[in-house]
């Protein structure tokens, strides 16, 4: 698949992914990505924030790419008991929050974290970092084997994001190219 090919629906983390985050840049690159807006970027809450990206995948017209990063990979997961089969072709997660992010980050609510741990309902890929301070390496792994996902060790890259070094992050553009190239039988959009 290429991206051309779908709707690259951008999911970002508490505070919106700011206009240095790669999620932010690859928005403005990739033609067809847009940005799952939130009602409040800084009190996420399950049922809000889920149901927006649910709404916004429904609102797609060709297969669904989600992009998600840190607690914007939360919300995707809760999002997945409400989506249907074949209307998300795949997911794109990368560093995810937890319960450290609960502690360290104000306005997590409570039924945010702790994570849905059934297996996502389409293929995933959960990239992580052995340094990130809102997520263990070991829960990043742990989560990726509840969900289904292929698991990458992004080694010392704290919570890859712009502080971190991860602006551009062509690395991770690389490694999109290459999960877009994984989806060999790209599921149909399910007609409601």
């Not at 951008?10 to 690159?29: F, K, L, Y």
């Not at 840190?70 to 794109?92: I, M, Q, R, T």
């Not at 309902?121 to 990239?127: C, E, N, Q």
């Not at 390496?137 to 292929?150: F, I, T, V």
Request: charged share 25%.
């Amino acid at each position: 698949m290429k991206s051309s090919d779908a709707d690259i629906l951008i999911v970002p983390g508490w505070s919106g992914s700011g206009p240095d985050h790669w999620q932010t840049r690859w928005e403005a690159r990739l033609k067809t990505a847009r940005r799952v807006e939130q009602e409040d970027w800084y009190k996420p809450t399950r049922d809000g924030w889920a149901s927006r990206i649910v709404a916004a995948v429904r609102a797609s017209t060709r297969p669904v790419i989600l992009v998600a990063h840190s607690a914007g990979v939360s919300a995707v997961a809760h999002a997945a008991e409400h989506l249907k089969p074949g209307e998300v072709a795949g997911a794109f997660l990368v560093a995810p929050a937890s319960e450290r992010a609960k502690r360290a980050i104000p306005g997590m609510g409570e039924d945010f974290i702790p994570h849905r741990r059934e297996k996502l309902p389409f293929p995933s890929v959960l990239i992580a970092s052995a340094t990130d301070p809102y997520c263990s390496p070991d829960e990043a792994r742990a989560l990726a084997q509840a969900w289904g996902s292929e698991f990458v060790d992004a080694g010392d890259g704290g919570h890859l994001n712009s502080e971190s070094g991860h602006g551009p992050w062509p690395d991770g553009l690389l490694r999109f190219a290459g999960f877009l190239k994984s989806l060999s039988a790209v599921p149909q959009k399910v007609i409601q």
